[in-house]
């Protein structure tokens, strides 16, 4: 059976958690944020999300530290369900991560573009009222390609790479929030909500969680990624919750800086969002940071998606539930090269939507993550149970606020009469195609292993400890030889 090697130190693992959350279209989407749902929206919108990701985070947090192996939510759905629902679970992600690939190859050459406007020059074709540009393309294909060479050789490299990316990050965003409350005023930010908008304060900021759902997706790759940490199992768990802290307040504070610094309504009255806004303050040098920051999310978010949808294919073609091909790392480096070769296509091929798609992937992907959330929760109480482990009232309650914050959420943005629901067509002709091509797909994978075999491919030396002699059987599933 092929193995990941431990390659990733405990403060990388931060970074590729935090990073790989933190992209860069909401420096520049933060004047479409505004003029939707006013900046009090976006931000306690932003908020919110952050703190029902985090109570999320914290079943995610359980179960990393008792199995800290390649997959992450596939391996938890496997071991406390079936591999049906171990696939229903790592397809949704995939389909996440890919479209976070997909939207970077638009949004690179978008964000470029604020910069250079001559590259929105030969023009291709439109979709969604959106032109697409052949250097805009162009760049995105190029900065795929790059990230799948950065990856190709084993993710050490990248991870070192992330962390230092990381670091400039942050060392930037400090300087454009101290300008931004230094330079601002409480009178551009305060009132937050437009007294003249068609809906309420209330109704703004709960229909801000959805795409904020889709900004706070990455902290996952921790758990995906975490049979190649250098760490304890406990250190993974609690990085898992530091990523999405992290992340979630970087983006507020810095959405925060931008209302305060020249008032909220002339920023979503222009183009691009931070990027612009600080221009208009008279601060040509603090734009240009946080175009640098933008430039930087891109590519760490690149990173992280890269190897999170490679590592889940990974997962299911050991079980079967992928090709074989899937399944195999190379032997020098220790990377699933095939896995990344796919996120890669599938990423490019997505991408061609153009920026008329940007919104669509955010939504889309919002909704997959939900699911994924809620089915992650349930199966924590299951996993518990069966290693006879418990927890304490925070690590109970707060996942389950989540998971039902995430089931109405999903819910909202599913019917299509709700305030909250995806966009027709372009958003659910997305969910039906990538729900039915991962039906075909299940459908023609061998699925010819055992339970008990899909188990100890997926848990590895975990096996004996959710499944050992010393543990009570009465409380767990049998590992028949069941097939699903």
Same mark, same amino acid.
């Given at each position: 059976?092929?193995?990941?090697?431990?390659?990733?130190?405990?403060?990388?693992?931060?970074?590729?958690?935090?990073?790989?959350? @933190?992209?860069?279209?909401?420096?520049?989407?933060?004047?479409?944020?505004?003029?939707?749902?006013?900046?009090?929206?976006?931000?306690?919108?932003?908020?919110?999300?952050?703190?029902?990701?985090?109570?999320?985070?914290?079943?995610?947090?359980?179960?990393?530290?008792?199995?800290?192996?390649?997959?992450?939510?596939? #391996?938890?759905?496997?071991?406390?369900?079936?591999?049906?629902?171990?696939?229903?679970?790592?397809?949704?992600?995939?389909?996440?991560?890919?479209? $976070?690939? &997909?939207?970077?190859?638009?949004?690179?050459?978008?964000?470029?573009?604020?910069?250079?406007?001559?590259?929105?020059?030969?023009?291709?074709?439109?979709?969604?009222?959106?032109?697409?540009?052949?250097?805009?393309?162009?760049?995105?294909?190029?900065?795929?390609?790059?990230?799948?060479?950065?990856?190709?050789?084993?993710?050490?490299?990248?991870?070192?790479?992330?962390?230092?990316?990381?670091?400039? =990050?942050? #060392?930037?965003?400090?300087?454009?929030?101290?300008?931004?409350?230094?330079?601002?005023?409480?009178?551009?930010?305060?009132?937050?909500?437009?007294?003249?908008?068609?809906?309420?304060? @209330?109704?703004?900021?709960?229909?801000?969680?959805?795409?904020?759902?889709?900004?706070?997706?990455?902290?996952?790759?921790?758990?995906? =990624?975490?049979?190649?940490?250098?760490? $304890?199992?406990?250190?993974?768990?609690?990085?898992?919750?530091?990523?999405?802290?992290?992340?979630?307040?970087?983006?507020?504070?810095?959405?925060?800086?931008?209302?305060?610094?020249?008032?909220?309504?002339?920023?979503?009255?222009?183009?691009?969002?931070?990027?612009?806004?600080?221009?208009?303050?008279?601060?040509?040098? @603090?734009?240009? #940071?946080?175009?640098?920051?933008? *430039?930087?999310?891109?590519? $760490?978010?690149?990173?992280?998606?890269?190897?999170?949808?490679?590592?889940?294919?990974?997962?299911?073609?050991?079980?079967?539930?992928?090709?074989?091909?899937?399944?195999?790392?190379?032997?020098?480096?220790?990377?699933?090269?095939?896995?990344?070769?796919?996120?890669?296509?599938?990423?490019?091929?997505?991408?061609?939507?153009?920026?008329?798609?940007?919104?669509?992937?955010?939504?889309?992907?919002?909704?997959?993550?939900?699911? *994924?959330?809620?089915?992650?929760?349930?199966? =924590?109480?299951?996993?518990?149970?069966?290693?006879?482990?418990?927890?304490?009232?925070?690590?109970?309650?707060?996942? *389950?606020?989540?998971?039902?914050?995430?089931?109405?959420?999903?819910?909202?943005?599913?019917?299509?009469?709700?305030?909250?629901?995806?966009?027709?067509?372009?958003?659910?002709?997305?969910?039906?195609?990538?729900? &039915?091509?991962?039906?075909?797909?299940?459908?023609?994978?061998?699925?010819?292993?055992?339970?008990?075999?899909?188990?100890?491919?997926?848990?590895?030396?975990?096996?004996?400890?959710?499944?050992?002699?010393?543990?009570?059987?009465?409380?767990?599933?049998?590992?028949?030889?069941?097939?699903?």
């Amino acid at each position: 059976m092929s193995e990941l090697r431990k390659t990733i130190s405990p403060l990388a693992l931060v970074a590729i958690g935090a990073a790989g959350v @933190i992209g860069s279209s909401w420096l520049y989407l933060g004047s479409t944020f505004f003029h939707e749902f006013g900046a009090g929206g976006t931000i306690l919108g932003m908020l919110l999300a952050t703190a029902l990701a985090a109570c999320i985070a914290i079943a995610y947090s359980n179960l990393a530290a008792r199995l800290p192996r390649a997959g992450g939510e596939v #391996v938890y759905s496997v071991v406390g369900g079936n591999r049906l629902l171990g696939f229903i679970v790592g397809w949704l992600l995939i389909g996440t991560y890919a479209g $976070t690939v &997909a939207f970077y190859v638009t949004a690179t050459g978008r964000l470029l573009s604020t910069a250079w406007p001559s590259l929105n020059t030969v023009p291709l074709y439109e979709i969604g009222g959106e032109t697409i540009y052949l250097p805009v393309l162009a760049i995105g294909v190029v900065l795929t390609l790059v990230m799948l060479a950065l990856n190709w050789n084993g993710v050490e490299f990248s991870a070192r790479t992330q962390l230092i990316l990381f670091g400039i =990050m942050v #060392v930037l965003a400090v300087a454009v929030v101290v300008a931004g409350f230094g330079s601002g005023s409480a009178s551009n930010f305060f009132p937050m909500f437009d007294a003249d908008a068609d809906s309420s304060p @209330i109704a703004n900021v709960l229909g801000f969680v959805l795409p904020a759902f889709g900004f706070l997706i990455g902290f996952g790759v921790v758990a995906i =990624m975490a049979e190649e940490a250098k760490a $304890t199992p406990r250190q993974i768990g609690r990085i898992v919750v530091i990523s999405v802290l992290l992340a979630g307040g970087f983006y507020a504070i810095v959405l925060a800086a931008t209302a305060w610094v020249i008032p909220w309504q002339d920023t979503a009255a222009l183009t691009n969002g931070t990027i612009e806004a600080f221009d208009v303050a008279g601060m040509p040098l @603090i734009s240009t #940071v946080a175009f640098v920051i933008g *430039v930087l999310g891109i590519v $760490t978010t690149f990173i992280a998606v890269f190897a999170a949808s490679s590592r889940l294919m990974f997962a299911l073609a050991r079980i079967e539930l992928f090709p074989p091909v899937f399944g195999k790392v190379d032997e020098r480096t220790g990377s699933p090269r095939a896995a990344l070769v796919l996120t890669a296509v599938i990423g490019l091929a997505l991408g061609s939507l153009g920026p008329g798609a940007l919104v669509w992937f955010l939504n889309t992907g919002g909704v997959y993550i939900g699911i *994924v959330w809620a089915v992650t929760v349930v199966i =924590m109480f299951r996993i518990r149970r069966m290693t006879g482990g418990g927890g304490s009232i925070v690590s109970t309650v707060l996942p *389950v606020i989540g998971a039902v914050a995430a089931v109405g959420v999903v819910l909202a943005a599913l019917i299509p009469a709700s305030p909250l629901s995806l966009r027709w067509p372009g958003e659910y002709l997305i969910v039906i195609a990538w729900v &039915a091509l991962g039906l075909v797909l299940y459908l023609l994978s061998p699925r010819t292993m055992s339970r008990e075999e899909s188990l100890r491919a997926l848990l590895g030396e975990y096996y004996d400890s959710v499944f050992g002699g010393g543990e009570r059987r009465a409380d767990r599933p049998e590992v028949e030889s069941e097939r699903s």
